[in-house]
T-cell receptor
Framework: NAGVTQTPKFQVLKTGQSMTLQCAQD?????MSWYRQDPGMGLRLIHY???????DQGEVPNGYNVSRSTTEDFPLRLLSAAPSQTSVYFC?????????????FGQGTRLTVV | AQSVTQLDSQVPVFEEAPVELRCNYS??????LFWYVQYPNQGLQLLLK??????LVESINGFEAEFNKSQTSFHLRKPSVHISDTAEYFC????????????FGTGTRLQVTL
């Protein structure tokens, strides 16, 4: 029972490098989201998707791209990493059914940009 | 703007003592409220949620929270804490009726000691 799987768990990047954080879920959830967690700031929404082919911006989208080609996968791309993107990134998935409203989170990716 | 306020960044408490973690949210016509718990180096796990109905909701490990619409609060309580309750606790709200776009508070670190 995997749930939400994020890879890698840790990553160090140099400023200007690009990379993709992977997120996959096996619960057939339509909704998927990316958050970043910074000390003293809680979690902030980066991008989210309500279905394959549909994405939208959250609170802090700058510097990040997303796409959703399948229900299962929702990768987050950093095109040109900056030190300000040093953070812990969490992917979450959820069902659109109101009574099942709950976000399931992955274990996180700890990213350091030097 | 939608917001969630957790005034206490840290709450130290002795084992078997009661605890209350405070959460206030900005008012809206309808709102769904959540408490998530994060153990060290892990993702977030749902502790309890309020969607509708009874304003008092309980978790399986003894926590409870009460939705108070007039005070726009959703405080988390436990009558007797255990060492294993040491973790960070996040209050979150969605105004959209789904868990795809959660607004989080900044978190409260609960430290339980003997």
């Amino acid at each position: 029972n995997a749930g939400v799987t994020q890879t890698p768990k840790f990553q160090v990047l140099k400023t200007g490098q690009s990379m993709t954080l992977q997120c996959a879920q096996d619960m057939n959830h339509e909704y998927m989201s990316w958050y970043r967690q910074d000390p003293g700031m809680g979690l902030r929404l980066i991008h989210y998707s309500v279905g394959a082919g549909i994405t939208d911006q959250g609170e802090v989208p700058n510097g990040y791209n997303v796409s959703r080609s399948t229900t299962e996968d929702f990768p987050l791309r950093l095109l040109s990493a900056a030190p300000s993107q040093t953070s812990v990134y969490f992917c979450a998935s959820s069902s659109p059914t109101e009574m099942n409203t709950e976000a399931f989170f992955g274990q996180g990716t700890r990213l350091t940009v030097v | 703007a939608q917001s969630v306020t957790q005034l206490d960044s840290q709450v130290p408490v002795f084992e078997e003592a009661p605890v209350e973690l405070r959460c206030n949210y900005s008012s809206s016509v309808s709102v769904y409220l959540f408490w998530y718990v994060q153990y060290p180096n892990q993702g977030l796990q749902l502790l309890l949620k309020y969607l509708s109905g009874s304003t008092l909701v309980e978790s399986i490990n003894g926590f409870e929270a009460e939705f108070n619409k007039s005070q726009t609060s959703f405080h988390l309580r436990k009558p007797s804490v255990h060492i294993s309750d040491t973790a960070e606790y996040f209050c979150a709200v969605t105004y959209t009726g789904t868990a795809s776009k959660l607004t989080f508070g900044t978190g409260t670190r609960l430290q339980v000691t003997l």
